[in-house]
């Protein structure tokens, strides 16, 4: 069963630009979620995408959106970028039911550095 | 007040020694915890969950739950090289997101 999958894998952008990153998740999983990773925060959990509604979200400001799509694909958004936004971007996949966290995978992310 | 508690470390265990992590939560209702490892320049991965009390094990790993202090810790026994890395404890509040630490870098000398 192929993983997680994240595109781009590495993403340049100068500040006031706006960035889409995707995720595929594994087969069968209904249930996407976003993190954000930097040295000084840790990860933190952006949202989470479930059969195409937003279930859960993080205290990030406005300008971090998501969708996720009828084959449970899902994409985010950052619009307006600032230099405090450069990152690595995870994304993780599971079913989505009860207690799924403990079967949830880590895809390998999308450094996203602004300039 | 961070919602997940960690020591950032370094931790160095020498080899074949028993690598204790610990971490702390703020939330008593937390019912889930988990651990994950993270390798350098790679995305976490989850090793071990646990929802009740006590010790639970898996192989070399034992993950510990003290609710009513409110820890949770993992034990490395027979540490190996492999298991040098950054590990991230996670736990699941009432408003079923999943909360990280900063996580505890381990390196274990061989």
């Known amino acids: 069963k192929a993983g997680v999958t994240q595109t781009p894998r590495y993403l340049i952008k100068t500040r006031g630009q706006q960035v889409t990153l995707s995720c595929s998740p594994i087969s069968g999983h209904r249930s996407v979620s976003w993190y954000q990773q930097t040295p000084g925060q840790g990860l933190q959990f952006l949202f989470e995408?479930?059969?195409?509604?937003?279930?859960n979200k993080g205290n990030f400001p406005g300008r971090f959106s998501g969708r996720q799509f009828s084959n449970s694909r899902s994409e985010m958004n950052v619009s307006t970028l600032e230099l405090g936004d450069s990152a690595l971007y995870l994304c993780?996949?599971?079913?989505?039911?009860?207690?799924?966290?403990?079967?949830?995978?880590f895809g390998p992310g999308t450094r996203l550095t602004v300039l | 007040q961070k919602e997940v508690e960690q020591n950032s470390g370094p931790l160095s265990v020498p080899e074949g020694a028993i690598a204790s992590l610990n971490c702390t939560y703020s939330?008593?209702?937390?019912?889930?915890f988990f651990w994950y490892r993270q390798y350098s320049g790679k995305s976490p991965e989850l090793i071990m969950f646990i929802y009740s009390n006590g010790d639970k094990e898996d192989g070399r790993f034992t993950a510990q739950l003290n609710k009513a202090s409110q820890y949770v810790s993992l034990l490395i026994r027979d540490s190996q090289p492999s298991d040098s890395a950054t590990y991230l404890c996670?736990?699941?509040?009432?408003?079923?997101?999943?909360?990280f630490g900063t996580g505890t870098r381990l390196t274990i000398i061989p």
């Open positions: 996670a736990a699941v509040f009432g408003n079923e997101k999943l909360t």
């Open positions: 939330d008593r209702g937390s019912q889930s």
């Open positions: 993780a996949s599971s079913t989505g039911g009860q207690r799924s966290y403990n079967e949830q995978f």
């Open positions: 995408y479930f059969s195409e509604t937003q279930r």
